[in-house]
């Protein structure tokens, strides 16, 4: 297969959109393809100072490589939970995070859980009530508390993450066969500012995990190649598998879904969103400042006084 622009030795061939591209191309349509997208749902601007939240893995590192080649303030933030400890899984995802901010001469900032709370992720899960024991749900709680609480503490205009398009499908896919209409109202691709949280944003909403995963490849970008160990399993997996199947028969499915989808909130298909569910009580954390809807404490905080 050759290269729709050059005629070269294709490297990626993305079937979705007919097109197949080399290295070069490729190298440079993502990076293209990511600023019409800042610009298509007006997410940031040059000035803007933004945190990118990076995990070590291919998605986030390639997220922060583009947005650095095109010239963005952006830093990263690595949360470190203390997961799967006889491994070393979260040390290792932190050094390819550093590895990767040093190379480009990037500030990363760093907020190890078990040092500032005295607890690691799994800790916590194993008595939470909340979590009832599930890592993965007292891990959401946690990252989505340091991340908008670090973003606004230091003055960011905004937060990104590196959901890609698989992700976002799968979201969704799940959201719909359980009729969540509140998780379903707020899956825009940027979540504007609310009183005590920070603009949300998506900049890979529209890239498929293998375009990201090639980008990161291609440009020889270290990243930890395993998955979170607590991921084994999950829903979200189960729904990206079944979502590779339909596209492999039908290239597109998940794009069309997606896309159609985002058209359905512009059209107000959906109830009104709201911004967050903690932000209507007008609460704040006594202990981190953080909204709260009930008590004095956030859910965060509350999870160090069971």
């Known amino acids: ?39 298509k749902y007006d997410m940031f601007s040059h000035t803007d100072r933004l945190l990118v939240a990076v995990s070590g893995g291919k998605d986030s590192l390639a997220l922060w490589d583009v947005l650095w080649k095109l010239d963005y303030q952006a830093d990263g933030l690595y949360v470190h939970l203390g997961i799967d400890q006889e491994t070393g899984y979260s040390d290792r995802s ?5 590895k990767f901010a040093l190379e480009r001469n990037l500030k990363l900032l760093v907020v190890n859980v078990q040092e500032q ?10 008595r939470s009530r909340r979590g009832q024991g599930k890592v993965c749900s007292v891990c959401g709680l946690a990252k989505r508390h340091i991340f908008n609480q670090t973003a606004q503490a230091q003055g960011y205009s905004a937060l990104l993450t590196a959901h890609n398009l698989d992700d976002e499908a799968a979201f969704l896919l799940s959201n719909t066969l359980d009729w969540s209409l509140p998780r379903l109202a707020r899956g825009f691709a940027v979540l504007p500012a609310a009183p005590g949280f920070a603009r949300k944003v998506k900049p890979f909403c529209r890239f498929y995990e293998r375009e990201t995963a090639a980008y990161a490849i291609l440009r020889e970008i270290a990243y930890v190649p395993d998955e ?7 829903k979200q997996l189960f729904f990206k598998e079944d979502l ?7 290239p597109g499915t998940k794009l069309r879904f997606y896309l159609n989808y985002l058209a359905a909130l512009d059209e107000g298909v959906f109830p009104e969103r ?18 709260t809807t009930a008590g004095e404490l956030c859910a965060f905080c509350r999870m160090f006084e069971e």
């Open 1 to 39: 297969m050759r290269c729709r622009k050059c005629g070269e030795k294709a490297v990626i061939n993305m079937r979705q959109h007919r097109l197949a591209l080399c290295k070069e191309h490729f190298l440079e349509w993502l990076p293209e393809q990511t600023e019409r997208f800042i610009r």
């Open 94 to 98: 932190e050094d390819y995070a550093r």
């Open 117 to 126: 709370f005295g607890e690691s992720i799994p800790q916590i899960a194993a």
């Open 228 to 234: 979170c160990p607590y991921a084994i399993g999950s």
């Open 244 to 250: 590779n199947r339909w596209e492999d028969e039908m």
């Open 274 to 291: 709201q911004e967050e569910d903690e932000v209507l009580s007008g609460k704040l954390c006594s202990r981190c400042g953080q909204p």
